[in-house]
Structures are given as C-alpha cells and as structure tokens.
C-alpha cells in the first residue's frame, strides 16, 4: 500500500472554502499569509489540491462512463422500437398478401362455379345442322320397293348403319342413280364416327355437283355440313355460303343461320 | 473529421472536456465494431459494446492526462487497435496487484461507491465546473448556500472513504 497520505480532515471546510472562492478578501489574505507561514497548514494545501485533481480526473472518466452508458441504453431502444416496427411493418404486409390471394381464389371459385358452359361439339351440331327427313310414304310405295321402306324406317327410327346396309340392297333399276347417293351420304353423316363423315362426303359432293339432279342443293347443304363436323372449316364455310346464297334451297335460312352464328370460327 | 486540422480541434476540445466527438463515435460505429469484434473475437453484441466503451472512455483518459499528445491519423482503427489490446492483456494477464494500481484508479474506485447523487454533484463541480447556483438548479436544491454544503459533505465523504482503506491496507 501507498504510504500514509496526510490527514486533510481539519484542513477541509477552510480549503474547500478558499478553492471555491467563498471566502472574504480579508479572510483570503489571511489565509494566504497563513499558508506562507504554516508549513503544516501548505502541506495540507498541496494535499487538497492533488485530490481535486485527481477528482477532475475521476469526474471526466465517470461522467464519459456515464454517458456512454446512457447512450448506449438509448441506442438500445431505439433499435428494439425499429425492430418492432419492421416486424409490426412485414406482419402487415403478410396479413394483406393473404388477405389478397384469398381474395383471387375467392374470385377465381366464383368464376369456376358461374361462368358459361363451353357447349359441346354434340350439342352444336345438334343445334344447327337440319337432318333430311326421308321419303315420304307416299314416295317409297312400300308394296313395289319394300327395301328402300325399309331403309327410310330404319332411318328414321335412327338405326343408320342398318339402314346403310338395307339401302345398298336396294336395285339400281328401283332407285335414280342422285338418290342412292344421297341417301348413302345422309346415313354416312348420321352416325357418330368421323370416319363415317369423311365417307360422307364423296356421295353429297357428287350429288352436288349433279346441277340437273333436284337434291344438288340439298346434298350441297349437307356436305357443308359434313366438312364442318370433319373440322375443314374453309371447306364448310364456302360451300354453306353457296346454300345461303340459293333461294331456292330449302336449307337457306339453316345454313345462313349457322354462317351467323360463332360456332363456325371465322377463317 | 479527418484533416489534420480538424483532428487537432479534437484533442483540444477532448483536453477541455467536450466528449460530443466520443459520443457521436460510439453513435456511429457500435454497430460495425460489434460486428467486428463478433468476427474477431466471437463476442456477444453486448460485450462488445462494452468493450467499445470501455475503449472509448481510455482513449479519454489517454487525451485528458496528457499522454496522447496527437491524435491519430485514423481514429477507427486506433480504437479497434486498443480494443484488441484490451482483449489480449484481459486473456493473457491476471488482475494488476493493488500496489501497481494507480493513485487515480483507486480513487476512481471509491467514487463508485458514493451515492449517486454525490457522484453527480461531484461531477458537476469537478469536471462540468458548474458554479453553485447553476449545481443547485441540477439538482434541485433550493439555493447555492444548499449546494455548496452538499458538495462539501460529498467531498469529505469521498475523503473518508479514502482514509478508511488507506488505514485498512496499512
């Protein structure tokens, strides 16, 4: 340990007051000629002064301490109170994304359930294609040609291939050559299968091109419609314009009907 | 802060009490040092600004008891530097004997164990060098008279304390 320092107790009040300036001037020159003259009371002196030096020094650390503390207590809270806010910031966000994609599902749901059904290729052909109704009774006369009776009873019923099969049993001399291959076509387009369409086509178009034969124009429409259900949309469009142009065809106003509507996409 | 001339206005006012410049330092770069000393020397963000305080107020010291004399080039890696060397003397070392601790630190010592408000009055006369009116008003104290008495009890507090471990270590 450091050797016994000098005992400033009785010292203290007198040299606290005369360092701090709170002394009279009467009181300060006494004191100055005391100091000159006590060689205790000048060691006391420069005791005292050492200390408060050292105490400026202490002070200056401390209050360097001190403030840093503090500083770094608000440095602290600030980057807690920044954190809670970018949290605060990214737990809003997250709600609004969520909130948004909820949104689009809700949308895309309702829109699921009420959009307009896409009509099937069945159920457009359906709609506009006009089937031949078939010779009448009258026409056939059943007692001199029973198996072409037969054939427009097995049409009619909408058994196709058996009355395809009853038709080609049918004589050549019973039957003009543009109705064997009009019917042909006819049963051929009738039945569910596309190669039975693409069969089809061959026997209308032949009767189509027969400008004298009374079902040209009728077999024209039905080949129209027999490329339109073989998807050659040209094809079908051209031919179908042909019909709507003819005011003399029976299916005119079917084929101008379907050219119209958008189930025949445009070229 | 970087032109000689500027750095030379540091020290200055460091040597006469203005602390703003280690203050706005430790604002600025306690992030970085701890990431730094994070990398350096795996410690925690709160150890590492502890130690950057403690760097700091020696770094002080240094300027305030004369023995950095000019201040360095570049202040940062001043700091950084005596922070590692805080680090190596704090692994390396054991506590210095009592008799190799200075005058000042075992003053500084029993500072700490005064109250804190005599550790405020105290630093208030001795460094701020507020007059007693102006004490009084810090602290609420209804008059000068008042403060300079309190100062004057702290004072003597302080004294006391030092006599009594003087005479325990003899």
Redo the contacts between chains.
């Keep these: ?2 050797p ?2 000098f ?3 009785p010292y ?2 007198e040299l ?1 007051r005369f360092a ?1 300036g ?1 002394m009279t001037p009467a009181e300060q020159a006494a004191f100055e000629t005391r100091l000159e003259q006590d060689a205790t009371l000048y060691q006391a002196y420069q005791a005292y002064e050492q ?2 030096a ?16 503090s ?2 207590r608000r ?1 602290d809270q600030r980057q807690e109170a920044l954190t809670r806010i970018r949290r605060r910031q990214r737990k809003t966000q997250q709600q609004w994304g969520a909130v948004v994609v909820v949104g689009v599902l809700a949308l895309l749901a309702i829109w699921m359930v009420l959009r307009p059904a896409m009509p099937t290729p069945e159920a457009t052909w359906a709609r506009y294609y006009v089937p031949e109704a078939g010779l009448s009774d009258t026409v056939v006369n059943e007692s001199r040609r029973p198996l072409l009776a037969e054939a427009m009873r097995q049409y009619r019923d909408g058994h196709y291939a058996p009355a395809l099969h009853t038709l080609r049993r049918v004589p050549a001399s019973n039957l003009g050559q543009d109705t064997l291959l009009y019917y042909s076509g006819i049963l051929l387009l009738s039945q569910e299968e596309p190669e039975q369409f693409r069969a089809a086509q061959p026997f209308l178009r032949r009767v189509a091109m027969q400008s004298t034969s009374p079902l040209a124009g009728r077999a024209r429409y039905h080949l129209g419609m027999a490329y339109w259900r073989n998807q050659q949309i040209t094809a079908a469009r051209n031919t179908l314009r042909a019909v709507a142009n003819d005011a003399r065809n029976p299916y005119q106003d079917a084929a101008r009907q379907l050219l119209r509507s958008e189930a025949l996409p445009q070229e | 802060m970087n032109s000689p001339q500027q750095l030379a206005e540091v020290l200055t006012s460091l040597r006469i009490g203005n602390q703003s410049y280690l203050l706005s330092f430790y604002e600025q770069n306690r992030d970085l040092f701890a990431r730094w000393a994070r990398r350096q020397h795996q410690l925690t963000p709160v150890a590492a600004h502890e130690l950057l305080r403690t760097v700091l107020v020696k770094f002080y010291d240094q300027v305030a008891d004369g023995r950095l004399t000019k201040l360095p080039p570049d202040v940062r890696a001043y700091v950084y530097g005596l922070a590692d060397e805080q680090i190596r003397s704090a692994h390396t070392t054991e506590i210095l004997p009592k008799d190799e601790a200075g005058r000042r630190q075992r003053l500084l010592r029993l500072f700490r164990q005064l109250g804190l408000d005599c550790q405020k009055m105290l630093m208030y006369f001795y460094f701020r060098g507020y007059n007693f009116e102006k004490v009084a008003g810090k602290m609420g104290f209804a008059n000068a008279n008042v403060a300079r008495l309190q100062k004057a009890a702290c004072l003597r507090k302080l004294y006391e304390l030092r006599m009594r471990t003087e005479d325990a270590g003899r």
Excluded: F, N
């Design positions: 340990m450091t016994p320092s005992d400033l107790r203290l009040e606290e701090d709170q200390l408060t050292d105490l400026r020094w202490v002070a200056g650390h401390e209050t360097l301490h001190q403030r840093l503390v500083l770094d440095l």
